[in-house]
């Protein structure tokens, strides 16, 4: 199990991505990951049914900047603003390879979204299914999956879960 | 139309006989949606249902709308598949509640009514009474027979693995629905390999069903709109392409070939969205791969009125399937695939290129973006029209991308049909 200190740092990489995604300072998103570090969004439907398709799947962290790219300069979208809670992350194994420690956690979250004039509304419900490990710069993700229940998207989601 | 003062017209008559001026109540009104249903999705139309690989196996089923009409689609011991409307003969209860699943028939829970696969009625509980004190009690009357109350069934059509439903059953075969020219690129791509299922993406659009035929019959937008089509070459105004339609004009296909991308030129210059010195970072987004099956063209996007669009955008190919849910609403459900003969390579790219398309993708979620805004400005006043006169205001096909002949086409038939 993770000693006090660890498990802390895990709830500051929890807190910090939540802030980072909700701020609009999208450069700062791949830097929570591995150079191969890897972000996927999938329906829960595919996840369940072992069906590979991901609503994203960004395969290594040059992919999650060109992603950050598309958010910012190429994708024409309605702007709003979103609010991510996460719930307390709970850790599943952790174990060590030969990047280190690797840690594997889960945790849920709501994401809320609000557009401009609009009420807010829940946007977005799943889980993380994570794996982190440590590097001289903290810990990062080797790997993120957000398993969404929300399989109608509310017509298209533009920022990172 | 506005100078009139009338922003909410009653009865309102489409002007003229042409087809590239389009009546903003064309997008608003529930009683021209009622009818869109009537003619559209419940007569005459093949409507998508989904692929054979969803049902594999006997006793496969997936849940699934004509329309609005909510159907299930079976795969029976004898390999053959059968659609069902899901509405219990009994009651007219929505039974079937899971999207996809395996049974050995189809049970509506509420009082126990059972149906084969085929949705033939094969259980009434009490149907012959029940025995107390020396009477029988109740039961169906002596003249019922189960064979009248089967679920309703609606004909079916296969071609290369992908399954067509139509509620209507005079309805003239598939192939002929398609008609010759539609029918290739439809073979194009299902010409009999064998599919494998990658999965699922879902989005609500509120916005009118139309608009997502339009969006895939408007070649316009797709270099404006759309950074990484024009940026990359993928899709814009220089590339070489045809439009063609069917007969009836109601089916069309945009076939285009991928051009240089890159330079400035006359069809980039000035545009909002042409980013000249953009350059992914991670190459595998562009690992374009080109399979012996395309031909020339890298790109075809085959609409099918009025229920499914294909598309083969380089190595992503997908079933788009529309489904309305009133006249400002509808469902759009892609279903990507590949094919059984992929190496691991091939799916692996597949799966990335899927990363442009669907309710998130770097160019498809504008796409419903503006559908919305459009449906906004419909509703705000219904007297107005739309301008579809890029390319003049005929309805012919084209050998070039500067028109939106094919939206014309689109609505000349509709104006047969709809009787408007």
Known sequence: MLDFQSYSELLDLYSSYA???????WEKWPEFFLD????????????????????????????????????????????YYQRHVVGTPRVLSVKTTDRGEEIEAEANYIVFRTKREGVTEVFNAGRYRDAIVRTTEGLKFRSRLCVYDSEMIPNSLIYPI | MDATGTIFPVDPHWPGTGSSRIPFWAYTRDDLYKRELERLFYANHWCYIGLEVEVPEPGDFKRTVVGERSVIMTRTADGEIHVVENVCAHRGMRFCRE??????????????????????????????????????NGGMPADFKPEDHGLTKLKVARRGGVVFASFDHSIEPFEAFLGPTILAYFDRVFDGRKLELLGYRRQRIPGNWKLMQENIKDPYHPGLLHTWFSTFGLWRADNQSELKMDAHLRHAAMISTRGQGGKVTEVTSGIDSFKEAM??????????????????????MTTIFPSVIIQQQVN????????????GSFDFVWT????????????????????????????SADDGEVIEWSQEGFEQKPSHRTLVEMGGTDTTDSDHMVTETLIRGMYAYWRKVMGE
């Open chain 1, 19 to 25: 802030g980072v995604v909700d701020s609009s300072d």
């Open chain 2, 279 to 300: 350059k992914v970072n991670d190459p595998r987004l562009l690992d374009i791969v080109h399979e012996p099956w395309w031909g020339k063209p890298t790109a075809v």
């Open chain 2, 99 to 136: 999207k996809r699943g395996n049974s050995k028939d189809l049970l509506c829970p509420y009082h126990q009514w059972n149906y084969d696969l085929k949705g033939n009625l094969t259980g009434v509980p009490f149907r012959r009474g029940v025995k107390q004190g020396g009477k029988v």
């Open chain 2, 316 to 327: 992503s190919v997908s079933t788009r399937h529309i489904q309305p849910n009133g006249h």
């Open chain 1, 36 to 79: 191969d570090g890897t972000y996927r969004l999938q329906p829960r439907e595919n996840f369940d049914a072992g069906l590979p398709l991901c609503l994203l799947a960004l395969e290594s962290k040059a992919m999650i900047r060109d992603r950050v790219f598309g958010v910012k300069e190429t994708m024409y979208h309605d702007p």
């Open chain 2, 336 to 363: 990507h695939f590949g094919f059984a003969d992929d190496d691991p390579e091939m799916k692996q790219r597949r799966l990335i290129q899927a990363n442009l398309f669907g309710p998130a993708g770097f160019v």
